[in-house]
Nanobody, 126 residues
Framework: VQLVESGGDSVQAGGSLTLSCSASGHTYSTNCLGWFRQAPGTKHEGVAAMTTDGDHTYVADSVKGRFSISQGNARNVVQRRMKTLKPEDTATYYC?????????????????????WGLGTQVTVS
């Protein structure tokens, strides 16, 4: 599974951004696409996830109410909308997918459960 993120940018606090993740390859081998973020010197933090059929979406408590996740306009594209951005949202945001269908898709996704990763897209909030 290959994952490519896009949409990162530098924005003012209070602004909004939409990140996209495009999945290709053996996408049938996974049932979940997740978003993580990582600020310098910190571990990956899971922020949102969605089953690949689009039926179930999950958002971490830490960003609930500001972040959402949904299917994009094209097949195998997942979008994550972020609003009311804060400086502490500054991080590299990664799209990831687990191998298999082992129930890894939920609000508290863990990076250890995700085998496939994109290169990340930078979000800077000032």
């Amino acid at each position: 599974v290959q994952l490519v993120e896009s949409g990162g940018d530098s924005v003012q606090a209070g602004g909004s951004l939409t990140l996209s993740c495009s999945a290709s390859g053996h996408t049938y081998s996974t049932n979940c696409l997740g978003w993580f973020r990582q600020a310098p010197g910190t571990k990956h933090e899971g922020v949102a996830a969605m089953t690949t059929d689009g039926d179930h979406t999950y958002v971490a408590d830490s960003v609930k109410g500001r972040f959402s996740i949904s299917q994009g306009n094209a097949r195998n594209v997942v979008q994550r909308r972020m609003k009311t951005l804060k400086p502490e949202d500054t991080a590299t945001y990664y799209c990831a997918a687990p191998k298999g269908n082992g129930g890894f898709c939920h609000a508290r996704i863990s990076d250890g459960d995700f085998a496939y990763w994109g290169l990340g897209t930078q979000v800077t909030v000032s």
